[in-house]
T-cell receptor
């Protein structure tokens, strides 16, 4: 799987948009970008994923650059319950290994 | 619909004792994963099953760890004997098929403390 680079930590004010960046400059054409988050003492929670196009669901939006070398996860109106570690993962799309390889993630702190 | 179910949620054992963790994946999911997460780190894959077959167990410490998925549904991960360094969260996950566009869903984890 391609390696990702994320900031170690970020702060965001409650009610504001949280924009979490991720660099994946070595991503291949068949690799998906996945985002998970992990709230303390819970298992990783799926947020969103995409291949080329921007994606949006009830939790977040995923913006992927045209060259696919970076992406941004957007939480439009962050709440205190969004405080968590956010993992950006690129996932290979063939039989080489259908799994998720987690890095260190970004620790997002949403403050009142 | 129920998510991935794991038990026990918490376990404290003395070193050299055995321990087992159970996982029930989401209904219909034929791919099952066991991950281990050490404190302050991201999860790391231990083993991946496609139905009953372990297709990737390269990261499973085979001297003391074993896993099985006899009927292609539930799975058990066993450690015998446990060591102090095995203290971690053991996460089970599942997905439908092996296409990387199919989402992998995680359970809440089994927290192991070895004393």
């Amino acid at each position: 799987d391609a390696k990702t680079t994320q900031p170690t930590s970020m702060d965001c004010a409650e009610g504001r948009a949280a924009n979490l960046p991720c660099n994946h400059s070595t991503i291949s054409g068949n690799e998906y970008v996945y985002w998970y988050r992990q709230i303390h003492s819970q298992g990783p929670q799926y947020i969103i994923h995409g291949l080329k196009n921007n994606e949006t669901n009830e939790m977040a939006s995923l913006i992927i650059t045209e060259d696919r070398k970076s992406s941004t996860l957007i939480l439009p109106h962050a709440t205190l319950r969004d405080t968590a570690v956010y993992y950006c993962i690129v996932r290979v799309g063939d039989n080489a290994g259908n799994m998720l390889t987690f890095g260190g993630g970004t620790r997002l702190m949403v403050k009142p | 619909e129920a998510g991935v179910v794991q038990s026990p949620r918490y376990k404290i054992i003395e070193k050299k004792q055995p321990v087992a963790f159970w996982c029930n994946p989401i209904s219909g999911h034929n791919t099952l994963y066991w991950y281990r997460q050490n404190l302050g780190q991201g999860p790391e894959l231990l083993i991946r099953y496609e139905n009953e077959e372990a297709v990737d167990d390269s990261q499973l410490p085979k001297d003391r760890f074993s896993a099985e998925r006899l009927k292609g549904v539930d799975s058990t991960l066993k450690i015998q004997p446990a060591e102090l360094g095995d203290s971690a969260v053991y996460l089970c996950a599942s997905s439908f098929g092996d296409f990387s566009g199919n989402t992998i869903y995680f359970g809440e984890g089994s927290w192991l403390t070895v004393v």
